[in-house]
Every structure is written in C-alpha cells, then in structure tokens.
C-alpha cells in the first residue's frame, strides 16, 4: 500500500470512528490510536503521522485536542487582520476551556443558587468560560458573568426546576453525589426564561465531560412537565 493509499484509508476509518460518537468528537490521539488498530499489522504508519494526517486534512476540525467532522467545509486561514489575530486568541482560549458556554440575552428571570462562593474563582477552577453569542457585545457578556440568575448549580438541591424523578435517577439510580461542572452552569442558563421563552446555549467540553446531560436534563424534564399536565 503507498503512503497516499494508506493515508486515504486512515481518515476513512477516522471519519468513521467519529460518526459512531454520540457526541461527534473524539481526542486526536485517541482518534489517531483507534485508526493504527483498524488499519493492523500490516500498516506503516504509526500515531504521530496519523494524528498530523486528521490535523491536515480539511475533512476534520481540530481544536486543541478534539476532533470532529468538518462537513466538507474547509477551514479558513487564519487572517493577518486584527480581526484574525483576536479570533486566534479566542480560540487559544476555548482550546484551554474545559466548558464554554454561550448564551443568547444577557438578560433572565431565575430561581436562585444556592452558591455563595466566589463565582469567578470557581469558574477560573473548572476552566469555565461563558461569553454572549454576540461576540462583539462586551457588556452583555459581561452581563452574563456577573448576574446571580447564571451562578452554578453546584449541587441536585438546586435543581429544582428539574422533575424529581429525573434527579433521583441521577442521585439515587446512578450514584451521582453533584453535578459536573458543565452541569452545574449549563443548566441556571436552560432552566429559566427570558419573556416566557427558554434560553440557547452551546456548550463545549471534553468527552466525558457530561455534556449530553447538561443538554438533555432540562429538555427531558420540560417534556415530562408537559405530558403530566396534559393527563392532570
């Protein structure tokens, strides 16, 4: 097999890989590792040249350590405007993130946290970062950092716009004793309204992280509150 051959054959199988994730990532180098054990014995390439293969390839978008699927869209080149040179330093900043989260308002009605600590060390101690959709608008994100309606829900107690029986689950049938950090700021974010309507958010963080229930929790627990008060 010829190095463009097997190159070929190792961002299919890493394209593959990827596209069983529920969450669409993986880490590059367990990507890379998942890829030399498809491609066997056989092949001559090890991690490091597949990992640069996936870096290179504009079939894949790396940021920092995770990997997902670009959707046939190339990424841009990186400007040599000042524009370019802060959207660089941003990204140097999600690639450090453990969770990102970005909110549409800077404005929400919310139950309170029981959180009386320090809200910017503890977001600085799980590497949280959280920024408004309009990238542009400082003060809303500012905004967003300083209202009490986002402090963390650092534990199940807070929760409770969430149904009961969900956070039993949690608790009881799966042994967790608080939520993630993801968890712990996605959620104020999900659970209160902004003029009646629920809030948006993307939230970026590693694999393992608890993401999908960070996203899932609120969703399931509003479609639940629905169908009781459909029978009620």
Known sequence: MGASDETSVALKAAK???????????????????????????????????????????????DGKIVTLANGKKRDKPSTSDEGSNDKKSKKKMKKSNGTVVSDDDDATAAPSSFT?????????????????????????????????????????????????????CTKGNGFT?????????????LHSLEGKKRDIVGIAETGSGKTLAFALPALSAMYESQKDKIS
């Open 16 to 62: 593959k890989s990827l596209k069983r994730q529920d969450s669409g990532s993986m880490k590059l180098k367990a990507l890379a590792k998942v890829v030399v054990d498809k491609m066997g014995d056989d092949a001559k390439a090890d991690v490091k040249a597949v990992k640069k293969w996936i870096a290179n390839s504009d079939k894949f978008n790396v």
């Open 117 to 169: 600590g320090d809200v910017s060390k503890w977001r600085k101690e799980h590497k949280i970062v959280m920024k408004s959709a309009r990238d542009d608008d400082k003060k809303a994100t500012e905004s967003i950092n300083t209202t009490s309606a986002y402090h963390p829900y650092t534990s199940f107690e807070d929760c409770k716009e969430i149904a009961s029986s969900l956070i039993q689950q």
């Open 178 to 190: 608080k939520p993630s950090p993801i968890q712990a700021q996605c959620w104020p974010v999900l």
